[in-house]
């Protein structure tokens, strides 16, 4: 990254943050048959996030004044035990730096959180503030989540047909996946959007879903409806329709239609996906894994390896229970580096139930060579609000800088033990717990 690029970025930024976010008008996905019913048009509504992160990095032609670089913020050392959240550098030096996107997508419920139909929202990293809206291309439709690609600009929604469950039920919502192709424009705004040719049929549950980083692919992860639990990972190259299938008798461990269950590196030859082959007992032991896409298709356990294997465990403490936790959708860092999960270690009053105290809460990374770990990050005495658990949702090429959920339910970026929030209302933990896949989506 250069003067030029910096330059060019502050002023695209500044350029955005001049148009009020109710006066964009929304877009909708394309019916089934855009060609018959066309568009519909409505203005933007504010949406309170359960944010689905991605990158996309501002770059246009304008002339600037004079300025200065902007100092990327630096590396803070990884903890090695648990202490107090220290604030971080400012949200600005972060964007202006390049170390975190500029813009990001969040999926986002129009009423009560997972009691309404979602929207996706494009937002401004630095301000939180709605830069456009996408709504679902038929009536009683919800945008499930987002998956981003590695070039910054392209992404992948998911939409369903909606239907209220009462509250805390985590089934997911019934019917067939359709996937739209979104591209943004330099300036974080809606370029194009077209329907994919890429379906998941009612018979079918998506446990995942995630857009390549050359835009090209897109990984799902499917499940019977009925039957014995066999696991099938397809990879369709979205411009021909080829597909190719891994498939195993055991069980993916993701939320429903997550977007975040699967991850990719960044040269597209792996992909990260988390594993459950037995369901015994009550927190039956899982395991992250490797999958290598210059295999071909076949048995989904030989084509891949183990990188790590953990399980909740309690352990009696008296009149409590002591709970140690490292399983929550883990994701692969770009450069294939490491796994980043949430490490956990709180107690309760029992196994079943008590609010979480003394708790300690941070990310850790795991080698994917060696399997061992190698760095905690925002490794901190944490009160929790109803979370006992953090969440990944972006991470830097080598996993040093991360952007994430906290257990208190804020979102930020996490260096070192730095954390500096996003401008965003805090995950409601009614998504945190139930995990509908609109919870948070994908950077």
């Known amino acids: 990254m250069n003067l030029i690029e910096d330059r060019i970025r502050a002023a695209a930024r500044a350029a955005a943050e001049t148009v009020a976010p109710d006066s ?5 996905l394309p019916a089934e048959h855009p060609r018959e019913d066309g568009w519909r048009r409505r203005w933007l509504v504010p949406a309170a996030a359960a944010a689905a992160v991605v990158i996309v990095i501002a770059v246009t032609v304008v002339t600037v004044g004079p300025s200065t670089r902007t100092r990327a913020p630096a590396i803070a050392p990884a903890a090695t035990a648990p202490g107090p959240m220290l604030p971080g550098p400012s949200l600005a030096s972060y964007v202006s730096s390049g170390m975190i996107p500029p813009y990001f997508v969040a999926v986002a419920f129009t009423g009560n959180a997972a009691q309404s139909p979602a929207v996706a929202v494009v937002h401004d990293t630095v ?3 709605a830069l456009a809206t996408i709504r679902p291309s038929i009536r009683g439709g919800t945008i499930v989540g987002v998956s981003a690609a590695g070039d910054d600009r392209t992404f992948v929604l998911d939409e369903q047909t909606w239907k209220k469950y009462p509250v805390g039920f985590a089934a997911g919502y019934p019917g067939t996946h359709s996937f739209y192709l979104l591209r943004l424009s330099s300036a974080g705004r809606v370029s194009s959007l077209s329907r994919l040719r890429v379906t998941v049929p009612a018979t079918q549950g998506l446990g995942a879903f995630a857009l390549s980083p050359d835009g090209q692919r897109l990984a799902l992860a499917v499940l019977p409806m009925k039957g014995p639990a066999r ?7 979205l411009s021909t329709g080829s597909t190719r299938v891994w498939a195993a008798n055991g069980i993916f461990r993701s939320g429903a239609a997550d977007s975040r269950g699967l991850s990719w590196t960044a040269d597209g030859r792996e992909l990260a996906f988390e594993w459950q082959p037995k369901n015994v ?6 395991e992250e894994r490797l999958l290598s896409l210059t295999s071909a298709g076949g048995d989904l356990l030989a084509a891949s390896r183990r990188v790590i294997a953990t399980t909740r465990q309690f352990e009696p403490s008296g009149s409590t229970f002591e709970v140690t936790d490292t399983e929550n959708e883990p994701v692969v860092t770009p450069d294939g580096s490491a796994i980043v999960t ?8 029992t196994k079943e139930s008590g609010q979480a105290w003394n708790g300690r809460y941070g990310f850790a990374e795991y080698s994917t060579r060696t399997g061992k770990l190698i760095r905690i990050l ?3 005495k944490v009160k929790p609000a109803g979370y006992y658990f953090t969440q990944v949702l972006w991470s830097s090429p080598a996993g040093r800088v991360l952007i994430g959920i906290i257990p208190d339910g804020r979102m930020g970026v996490i260096n070192g033990n730095e954390f500096t929030p996003l401008n965003m209302p ?3 933990s009614v998504i945190m717990e139930i995990g509908l896949g609109a919870q948070a989506g994908a950077w």
């Open 378 to 380: 925002g490794y901190w």
């Open 24 to 28: 964009v008008p929304p877009l909708e």
């Open 281 to 286: 007992g009550q927190w039956p032991p899982v």
């Open 426 to 428: 805090p995950v409601p």
């Open 127 to 129: 301000s939180g503030h």
């Open 342 to 349: 949430n490490a956990v270690y709180f107690q309760v009053k």
């Open 231 to 237: 696991t099938e990972l397809k990879v369709v190259t």
